[in-house]
């Protein structure tokens, strides 16, 4: 794989089924490095299980022919597909269209877009939630009726820390709240779908409101209720909490104050109803403080009654994984509930997993896809006997299966023009570090046809999180790599997800202790094993919590040739004032602030000889950009072979999400760094 490669990279996200299982709505995006945007659309793939021929990667048909239509959602008569799509320079906005085919309607005209809409389940209506905001801000009128620009916008008077997030900007003054659309008479739309419709856009009716972030909308079974996730709790500006909220989604009359259904001590990241009203709700247990998400798990609980009729705080919960058991991953979407079982993911040693639940508690947790693949979003029919997924593996980003007897049948096959232009496979190792705990990664090779039979130089790539994973999915940053003549060693240490609790808490109060001591211990293994490495010719490479163990590591040793420390978090006493997470993250990490200084590259930068490029994005404020402008000028003022990368209107997710431009150039001048200082 090359740079100019990215308009390869094709995935399918999460598929919505026809009620009947026979058909899948997906949308299919990639990067356009011509057009700077990532385009695509949607797609209806045949499941197979109708029993009619033609069924299979061939046999898809594209829906829409929108720049970038998303998030899909087939009417419960399976006859209608709303889905959301951003024009260029354009907000996402729902629109309409049906299954056979035909132009969109546009529904919606929020100022600041939309999220994924879902129907109600008698098909009537639609809900959502979207940021709605302060009049006179983003270029909505003010109270006189001007349009203000940002330069002429009033202050912002901040009192609370959480105020502003990375990718998104300020938050308190455009919070997302609910919406419902009740739709004309469907069935009155035929061949001419304008016939017998109000004027368009439809005027949405707003059921949340107030200073809280309302998302993740679901209906209950009966249709007349919205339940929510928010955190309105007392207290709520100080801790991680958020709970479920229920909202009456009536058309008429006064909209009620939402009730809290679920809450405690608990980080909600997912909820569903069951049949019988009860709620489904996934997320972590942040402990009595509210503010203890270190390596905690995903996990599952059921209440114990059901709840869109319960007085406020009147239910209770009952847990359907226990903290040692799972490693629940993913939001509302990726909590399915069909044919009697919920249906989640799980992470497990750099696998994703699709496993299904007992609601009732009888029986452990049955894997329904597992192998070495990562499980994205997924559906079901109602009764559960059709199941689809969104899967990547070694060759593949992402594509549409359907699940069966654990393993995937490949629907489509969007990966096939990336695999012809060159994937190399994953090598899996496993290491033991210092203290003899295991550690597990894997290496990529460069093709020998291309490159010969080496020993190849060697970069050491480390992950961010720590609570996160490399896994079996086919990553870009090898690829890349590997395509340009380097051996790609890759590796999960300790405070990373899915090796259970006491692997991901190991790291808390001394973060870049046995962590470290994992990277290295990986690292030598690979290089003392059987494969073409050259020991002596080898760099050293990470973002965010990666470019902080780059950074460390080059603290304590100049066995690396280069460095690349990218979006690092550097200095853990700044970052507690800079940061959108600046105000939990040091302190849960590290402990203390004393023990924060001592943890922080930056403290000992000092010792570092190892030539190093820094690589920052100008809009981050996950790890801001004084973290890197900081390293890069401590290295400068000391004579260390030193330069400083800068992306404008990028934040924290630059080389995942960023422009397709900037992402190709992120990658030239890292091939053009490691072409200096390590050769191939």
């Not at 006997?385 to 899967?391: E, K, L, N």
């Not at 069966?404 to 060159?422: H, K, N, Q, S, W």
Request: proline fraction near 8%.
């Amino acid at each position: 794989m090359r740079p100019d490669d990215l308009d390869l990279l094709l995935a399918c996200g999460r598929p919505a089924l026809t009620p009947d299982g026979t058909r899948a709505v997906v949308a299919v995006t990639r990067p356009d490095v011509a057009s700077d945007s990532y385009r695509g659309g949607l797609w209806v793939v045949p499941t197979g299980t109708s029993g009619a021929t033609g069924d299979g990667p061939t046999a898809a048909r594209r829906l829409t022919t929108g720049e970038r239509d998303s998030a899909p959602a087939v009417s419960p008569d399976g006859r209608w597909v709303a889905f959301v799509r951003a024009g260029a320079g354009e907000k996402p906005q729902v629109h309409l269209t049906a299954l056979d085919g035909g132009e969109p309607l546009r529904l919606t005209d929020h100022p600041l877009g939309v999220g994924a809409p879902r129907w109600s389940p008698d098909g009537t209506r639609l809900a959502w939630s979207a940021r709605v905001p302060e009049p006179g801000r983003y270029g909505t009128e003010d109270a006189e009726g001007r349009t203000p620009g940002p330069e002429a916008e009033p202050a912002r008077l901040v009192t609370e820390p959480g105020y502003r997030r990375d990718g998104v900007g300020w938050t308190r003054d455009r919070r997302q709240h609910v919406f419902v659309l009740a739709l004309p008479d469907l069935a009155r739309l035929g061949s001419d779908p304008t016939a017998g419709l109000p004027e368009l856009p439809l005027v949405p009716r707003q059921l949340t409101d107030g200073d809280a972030d309302d998302t993740e909308p679901v209906w209950s079974p009966d249709g007349t209720t919205l339940a929510f996730l928010s955190s309105r709790h007392e207290g709520r500006e100080d801790d991680l909490r958020s709970g479920v909220h229920v909202v009456d989604a009536g058309a008429d009359g006064p909209v009620a104050d939402p009730r809290a259904v679920v809450h405690g001590d608990l980080a909600v990241g997912g909820a569903q109803w069951l049949p019988d009203g009860r709620l489904v709700v996934t997320g972590q247990d942040t402990g009595p403080q509210g503010r203890d998400f270190v390596g905690r798990k995903g996990r599952a609980w059921v209440t114990t009654a059901p709840v869109d009729r319960a007085p406020e705080g009147s239910v209770g919960l009952r847990a359907l994984t226990e903290e040692a058991d799972l490693e629940l991953d993913g939001g509302t979407a990726d909590v399915v509930v069909a044919g009697g079982r919920v249906l989640v993911r799980d992470l497990h040693r750099g696998r994703g997993r699709l496993l299904a639940l007992d609601p009732d508690g009888s029986g452990g947790p049955a894997l329904l896809l597992h192998g070495e693949l990562v499980v994205g979003g997924f559906a079901a029919t109602a009764d559960g006997d059709t199941v689809v997924a969104s899967v990547a593996d070694a060759g593949r980003t992402g594509d549409l299966a359907l699940v069966r007897d654990g393993g995937p049948r490949f629907l489509t096959d969007v990966a096939a023009p990336l695999r012809e232009a060159g994937v190399r496979p994953l090598a899996e190792l496993e290491a033991t570090s210092g203290d003899g705990h295991p550690v597990h990664g894997w290496v990529v090779l460069p093709d020998p046809a291309t490159h010969g039979e080496g020993p190849h130089p060697v970069l050491l790539n480390i992950h961010g999180g720590p609570h996160a994973q490399y896994d079996w999915a086919l990553f870009d940053e090898a690829q890349v790599y590997a395509g340009a003549g380097y051996a790609v060693v890759m590796c999960n240490p300790r405070g990373a997800a899915g090796y259970g609790p006491e692997h991901a808490r190991a790291v808390r109060g001394a973060l870049g202790s046995v962590d470290a001591d994992d990277v290295l211990a990986f690292l030598d293994h690979a290089l003392a094993s059987d494969l073409p490495l050259d020991a002596d010719r080898v760099g050293v490479m990470g973002g965010s919590y990666g470019g902080y163990m780059t950074a460390l590591l080059t603290t304590r040793t100049d066995r690396f040739a280069a460095a690349v420390v990218e979006r690092g978090y550097l200095d853990g006493v700044s970052f507690h004032g800079s940061s959108d997470i600046g105000w939990f993250f040091p302190g849960e990490y590290h402990g203390s602030a004393e023990a924060a200084r001592e943890q922080s590259p930056m403290t000992h930068v000092d010792r570092v000889t190892t030539p190093t490029l820094v690589i920052h994005s100008e809009a981050d404020w996950r790890c801001p950009v004084e973290q890197g402008q900081r390293w890069f000028a401590h290295l400068r003022a000391r004579g260390v072979p030193t330069e400083l990368l800068l992306f404008p209107g990028e934040g924290h997710e630059l080389s995942r999400s960023g422009t397709p431009r900037h992402r190709r150039q992120r990658f030239e001048e890292v091939l053009r760094w490691w072409g200096s200082h390590l050769p191939v």
